[in-house]
């Protein structure tokens, strides 16, 4: 019993050598069975019921599948995952997936992570919001709406004139108008960052006049 499994595994990780089919877990794994089944006469029911899920990947058509992900992952899905592997890293989820893509340029995530990771609704959201037109161009005026002005730190800025440098290409909120603009407020040295939603288009206010100014001026003299 302990050679036919010890048998399996090893074929699996040959499969593995020849095609690199598994993940690094999966590969870890395999190699921790091999280890395991040498001092002992069987796996437990769960290192078997994990191992047969490895086990089910290692086939010609799973290969040819895994090849033709790899030839698909062009530079519009490689910027996809580039992003939300941004988002990811912030929010805490995918958190061992987003630093490898983040880290590794020649690093291609599986099928299953890919579309675990960059198509969910939240993935969705945020690909909306950075591939959307910019609201506001380079170089013209905005002003903090009258909530993001109060919440901000440095300094109030409601009402002051804010320059736009330039857009950001990530995002770090699923929400409507989370776009990112890198703006520079009148009187500061400093450019900050602040989300669509959070500007609108600069206006000057004027102010009005007391109605007791207005009765002076209508007294004769």
């Given at each position: 019993?302990?050679?036919?499994?010890?048998?399996?595994?090893?074929?699996?990780?040959?499969?593995?050598?020849?095609?690199?089919?598994?993940?690094?877990?999966?590969?870890?794994?395999?190699?921790?069975?091999?280890?395991?089944?040498?001092?002992?006469?069987?796996?437990?029911?769960?290192?078997?019921?994990?191992?047969?899920?490895?086990?089910?990947?290692?086939?010609?058509?799973?290969?040819?599948?895994?090849?033709?992900?790899?030839?698909?992952?062009?530079?519009?899905?490689?910027?996809?995952?580039?992003?939300?592997?941004?988002?990811?890293?912030?929010s805490g989820y995918f958190s061992a997936l987003s630093s490898r893509v983040l880290s590794d340029p020649e690093f291609i995530p599986t099928e299953r992570q890919?579309?675990?990771?960059?198509?969910?609704?939240?993935?969705?959201?945020?690909?909306?919001?950075?591939?959307?037109?910019?609201?506001?161009?380079?170089?013209?005026?905005?002003?903090?709406?009258?909530?993001?002005?109060?919440?901000?730190?440095?300094?109030?800025?409601?009402?002051?004139?804010?320059?736009?440098?330039?857009?950001?290409?990530?995002?770090?909120?699923?929400?409507?108008?989370?776009?990112?603009?890198?703006?520079?407020?009148?009187?500061?040295?400093?450019?900050?960052?602040?989300?669509?939603?959070?500007?609108?288009?600069?206006?000057?206010?004027?102010?009005?006049?007391?109605?007791?100014?207005?009765?002076?001026?209508?007294?004769?003299?």
């Amino acid at each position: 019993m302990r050679k036919k499994v010890q048998n399996r595994i090893q074929k699996v990780g040959n499969f593995h050598k020849k095609h690199t089919i598994l993940s690094d877990w999966e590969c870890n794994f395999v190699v921790s069975l091999l280890n395991y089944i040498e001092k002992h006469d069987s796996l437990s029911p769960r290192q078997m019921e994990i191992f047969q899920k490895i086990e089910r990947k290692c086939t010609v058509d799973a290969v040819k599948s895994m090849t033709a992900w790899h030839e698909s992952y062009d530079e519009e899905k490689k910027n996809i995952a580039k992003v939300c592997a941004k988002y990811y890293s912030i929010s805490g989820y995918f958190s061992a997936l987003s630093s490898r893509v983040l880290s590794d340029p020649e690093f291609i995530p599986t099928e299953r992570q890919y579309k675990k990771m960059c198509e969910n609704k939240y993935a969705l959201k945020l690909m909306a919001a950075i591939s959307s037109e910019p609201k506001y161009a380079v170089g013209s005026m905005v002003m903090l709406r009258t909530p993001a002005a109060r919440n901000y730190k440095r300094r109030p800025l409601k009402g002051v004139p804010c320059l736009v440098l330039s857009t950001l290409d990530y995002v770090v909120n699923a929400v409507k108008g989370a776009k990112q603009y890198r703006i520079l407020p009148y009187g500061q040295t400093s450019p900050c960052v602040l989300e669509e939603r959070q500007l609108r288009k600069w206006k000057a206010t004027t102010k009005k006049k007391s109605k007791k100014a207005d009765t002076c001026e209508d007294i004769p003299f």
